[in-house]
């Protein structure tokens, strides 16, 4: 299972408290061999990405050139960065800038690791073929309520639906996943990996939610 950890803005996971949350992470990852990514901050992804492999939060469909503000996929590469999420649901974007935005990241050998809000969406996303594409329904988002205990019927249409349009795209789910009952249940529906953030983040051990969630 992969398991995405989004930072967010969380304060927990801002400035010197990203390198913290980035050591347990590393620790974890090398103590039980699992597939981890740490999603920070754009600011600071390059101090992260020397601990931990990472992701930014977003990437724009822009090349060089005059577009003040806007996070370039070029310099994500730079600061270390393996690929981006694209299309989180509190950073959403149009289908033709994500089809650009996984283009991009195709030519630089990074990950695209797309989200969806509903399987429509998904199956739209699909045609652009990113490395994965992650079903996230926005009312669970930080809510504690499991998707793939609240709405597992989603999650198995998602992944049949994947399987049918492009199997070499990797399903992952998130939304509420915050246990490993939780990651369990994605996993028999079908998910190869979860996105999790304030299960983690927000809590006051996040070692022992890291560990609880992946051990």
Known sequence: MLYVINFKTYEQA??????RLANIISEIKNKLEADILASPQIADLEK????????AQHVDPINYGSHTGHVLSQSIKEAGAQGSLINHS??????EKIKSCIDKLKSLEMKSICCAGDLKEAMEIAKFAPDY???EDPELIGSGKSI???KPDNIERFVSVLKDINSE???LCGAGISTKDDVESSKKLGA???LVASAVVKVENQREALLNLIS
Do not use: D, Q
């Open 133 to 135: 594409i992650a079903y």
């Open 192 to 194: 190869k990996g979860v």
């Open 14 to 19: 801002t400035g010197t408290n990203s390198i």
């Open 48 to 55: 992260i990405s020397k601990i931990t492999p990472s992701l």
């Open 169 to 171: 795209i990797i399903p």
């Open 90 to 95: 509190e950073r959403k974007l149009s289908l």
């Open 148 to 150: 793939s205990k609240y």
